[in-house]
């Protein structure tokens, strides 16, 4: 059989192509997006120098070099058909047959012994294998995975079960006699030492030669503490920098997909502005909310395929972020004031959102999708108000509600929860701000003279409530003060 030749490593251009089709399938997108003046000015040549059947051509021949793009690149270094054939290990022939029809060798299944130095020998040889680009990254994977655990099973095998430790337990120190206690010089001339009486003689010798003391306990000596080792050492920028140009070199493919998605989204944001009244509102408006219903939707599915799982993040992240625009798309484009009212748009938006982000945090996707859903629950409560026709100095009263209901729920939570001492920060602040705004209003307008005792009364019993699960010093002092302002 003939010696395998060296391999040159591939170019970038078939780096890509051996990427996962939906990759592709994103660079192909970003790159007619970027090149779409280019293939305009080339299609306008086209049309004023043949006519239609140029510009055809021209489309023709994208479209054909984008099906070569998402096609798998071929492999030169592939045999036909390896799983059919079979090898002998005597003079190397190839067969497809039990026996080997050159030497008549019967054939065996081979397989890799139990041992440290095959299994080790074995996983270097595949190593060096995808290091030489000759074999792909998930078959690499799966054999890494198989033969890996094989090898911890192997050890663990060897090293036998680990050593129970026995602990070792001091005896106490006896506590002293009465005869042994020292007494200090003034204390001694107090109290005069009295002679003890001699030994009586038993059998011709003392009594006290006649008891035998117990052998005294040896403790066995501690081990001794191995010392903590230090921690790994501090890199120099140097280092930092060639890892980190390491790391954009390994996924140069997720940066590009990145950056994609970011253009992606960008250029439909500046295509929609930019159109004038060649494009009506509502197209507007759909063209953006497809973008952020296959934002989220590729955010929430990518998950699936383990070569573009770390995009899907990303994808949720634009998806998240172009949803409240396209609300403001909406009202710009698509309803006037007359259609639908302000708060009851801000509303539909708000609640739509804050859902949006309360579900993304609480599903696992990020505990930071609930920052924006915060301000926007506020506005889509603040929105139900407005809509009810509430007066301006109830709106303190309004948000004293919500923050009382925070409050007591962060006390009963805040040491089983861990954003229980936030929430119960929060809807402290929020409360004052409440009784602020309703002491301010009432003030100034003169009117609606019970808002201002609501919002006390709410405050105090909030405070009130949340002695039961967490004692506080200024909650204590500032209780009388509140319920006194509640009946003033």
């Known amino acids: 059989m003939a010696a395998n030749t060296p391999q040159s490593s591939p170019g970038l251009l078939t780096q890509l192509r051996s990427q996962h089709w939906f990759v592709k399938l994103i660079l192909v997108i970003v790159a007619l997006s970027l090149g779409s003046p280019v293939i305009a000015g080339v299609a306008v040549v086209a049309y004023e120098a043949a006519g239609p059947l140029a510009v055809m051509f021209v489309l023709g021949a994208i479209l054909a070099g984008v099906g070569w793009f998402i096609s798998p690149p071929a492999r030169t270094d592939q045999v036909t058909n390896l799983e059919a054939f079979r090898y002998c290990e005597s003079c190397g022939a190839r067969f497809t047959v039990d026996t080997c029809p050159a030497c008549h060798t019967a054939?065996?299944?081979?397989?890799?012994?139990?041992?440290?130095?095959?299994?080790?020998?074995?996983?270097?040889?595949?190593?060096?294998?995808?290091?030489?680009?000759?074999?792909?990254?998930?078959?690499f994977r799966r054999i890494c995975n198989e033969y890996t655990a094989r090898l911890d099973a192997v050890l663990a095998r060897r090293r036998g079960p680990a050593p129970v430790p026995v602990a070792v337990v001091q005896?106490?120190?006896?506590?002293?006699?009465?005869?042994?206690?020292?007494?200090?010089?003034?204390?001694?001339?107090?109290?005069?030492?009295?002679?003890?009486?001699?030994?009586?003689?038993?059998?011709?010798?003392?009594?006290?030669?006649?008891?035998?003391?117990?052998?005294?306990?040896v403790v066995p000596p501690r081990a001794a503490i191995p010392p903590q080792p230090a921690g790994p050492p501090r890199r120099s920028s140097r280092e930092l920098g060639r890892a980190a140009i390491g790391w954009a070199a390994e996924r140069q493919a997720d940066i590009l997909l990145y950056v994609g998605a970011f253009l992606l989204s960008i250029s439909a944001i500046i295509f929609v502005a930019v159109q004038g009244e060649s494009v009506n509102g509502t197209l507007r408006f759909a063209i953006l909310s497809t973008y952020a219903v296959g934002f989220l939707g590729l955010g929430l599915g990518l998950h699936r395929w383990e070569r573009v799982r770390e995009a899907g993040p990303v994808f949720l992240a634009l998806g998240a972020v172009l949803v409240p625009i396209d609300f403001i798309a909406l009202r710009t484009q698509v309803l006037s004031n007359d259609q639908?009212?302000?708060?009851?748009?801000?509303?539909?938006?708000?609640?739509?959102?804050?859902?949006?982000?309360?579900?993304l945090a609480t599903r696992g996707y990020g505990w930071l999708y609930a920052l924006p859903g915060i301000p926007a629950a506020l506005v889509a409560w603040g929105s139900l108000g407005?809509?009810?026709?509430?007066p301006n100095e109830w709106f303190g009263p309004w948000f004293a509600a919500v923050a009382a209901g925070g409050y007591v729920a962060g006390a009963a939570l805040w040491q089983t929860w861990r954003p229980?001492?936030?929430?119960?920060?929060?809807?402290?602040?929020?409360?004052?701000?409440?009784?602020?705004?309703?002491?301010?209003?009432?003030?100034?307008?003169?009117e609606q003279p019970w808002a201002l005792p609501a919002a006390y009364i709410l405050g105090t019993a909030a405070l009130a409530a949340g002695l039961y699960w967490r004692r506080d010093t200024l909650v204590l002092l500032a209780l009388p003060a509140l319920a006194t302002a509640s009946v003033a």
């Open 171 to 217: 005896p106490p120190a006896p506590a002293p006699r009465p005869a042994d206690v020292q007494l200090r010089p003034e204390a001694a001339s107090a109290f005069p030492a009295r002679p003890r009486p001699a030994a009586p003689v038993l059998f011709g010798r003392p009594a006290h030669a006649a008891v035998t003391t117990a052998p005294a306990h």
């Open 107 to 139: 054939w065996t299944a081979p397989r890799i012994k139990d041992s440290p130095a095959a299994l080790a020998r074995f996983l270097n040889l595949m190593s060096a294998e995808y290091e030489a680009h000759r074999l792909d990254s998930s078959s």
């Open 340 to 359: 639908m009212p302000n708060d009851v748009l801000w509303f539909f938006a708000s609640g739509t959102c804050a859902a949006l982000y309360f579900a």
């Open 386 to 390: 407005s809509i009810v026709n509430l």
């Open 420 to 446: 229980g001492k936030w929430l119960l920060g929060f809807s402290a602040v929020l409360g004052s701000a409440a009784i602020a705004w309703t002491q301010s209003a009432t003030t100034f307008t003169g």
